[in-house]
């Protein structure tokens, strides 16, 4: 069976590559610690020497919009192009092809429907800056075939924590059940609190302060009893209008399972906090 040799919870900010490659004298101050900070984190994979990345994140109304909404999409194509026109334009993100394997996505998709998830899938999915980030930041090389699957945090109605968590575990068990000897890491990336268009976007912190500090905490404990009693879409709500995308770090604490990280590090930008979690296996889902 394949094993999961890595699951990575992070932040996706979409301008790191642009605030750490442009002309030092342009750089913002925080520059060259972020990029240390990275080049550290980066090497929480690399150690674990993966064949497989199955990736987890979240479309931008870029290709899934309010006509067509799923709450769980995974793809199933031989390749993904990636980058968006306004993401070029914007962030500075190059354009990028990963390469997929479809034979997993053609399992995990069976496995996932069997454990009472009811994804949609895509043949033609084109990938935004929630998975390209974290390939620039831990895979730059993007020598890896990836399993990509997108979770709606952004339009209502919205799966409950509860639901995320499990699907983390259901992910999981589709992984240690794949019969392959190829080695997989999970990476997911999400949000802590995050505010987008609305009045606290460009504060000199997050917009709550407080929330990032004790998501930190749990996620750094494994704490998944103290998330669930304490977050749900209200309480995200007022930490921010975009904070559900801690959504993805509770799914990503699914597939860890309920363990301590082993790797936490995080980064104030003044209006968000990033934030950069690595836990090894210990234990198989049930």
């Avoid at 984190?41 to 987890?56: G, N």
């Avoid at 870029?62 to 990636?82: E, M, S, T, V, W």
């Avoid at 770090?249 to 979690?277: C, K, Q, R, S, W």
Wanted: hydrophobic residues 40%; glycine residues 6%.
């Amino acid at each position: 069976m394949a094993q999961l040799v890595a699951t990575l919870a992070s932040t996706h900010h979409p301008f790191y590559l642009k605030a750490t490659t442009m002309p030092p004298e342009q750089q913002m101050p925080q520059a060259p610690k972020w990029k240390r900070k990275i080049e550290a984190y980066r090497e929480t994979l690399a150690r674990t020497k993966p064949d497989i990345l199955v990736m987890i994140g979240s479309d931008h109304f870029h290709q899934i919009f309010l006509d067509n909404c799923p709450q769980f999409l995974i793809g199933k194509a031989p390749r993904y192009d990636a980058t968006f026109y306004n993401e070029e334009r914007e962030f500075g993100i190059p354009k990028y092809v990963l390469e997929g394997d479809e034979e997993m996505s053609r399992f995990m998709h069976q496995h996932l429907m069997d454990q009472n998830f009811d994804f949609a899938f895509s043949n033609e999915l084109k990938i935004d800056h929630s998975i390209i980030c974290p390939i620039i930041t831990v895979r730059p090389q993007n020598d890896l075939p990836v399993v990509p699957i997108y979770t709606n945090i952004f339009a209502p109605p919205l799966h409950s924590p509860k639901r995320f968590y499990e699907l983390g575990r259901a992910i999981r068990k589709a992984i240690d059940d794949f019969p392959s000897d190829k080695r997989v890491a999970a990476i997911g990336t999400g949000h802590l609190s995050l505010e987008l268009g609305g009045p606290r976007q460009f504060m000199e912190t997050g917009p709550d302060p407080d929330f990032d500090r004790q998501a930190i905490e749990w996620l750094r404990a494994g704490d998944i009893d103290s998330i669930l009693a304490n977050v749900n879409h209200e309480t995200m709500a007022k930490s921010g209008n975009a904070t559900h995308g801690f959504l993805n770090f509770i799914l990503m604490l699914g597939v860890a399972g309920p363990e301590g990280a082993d790797y936490v590090d995080n980064l104030d930008l003044f209006h968000t906090m990033e934030a950069y979690f690595t836990w090894y296996p210990k234990e198989q889902a049930a």
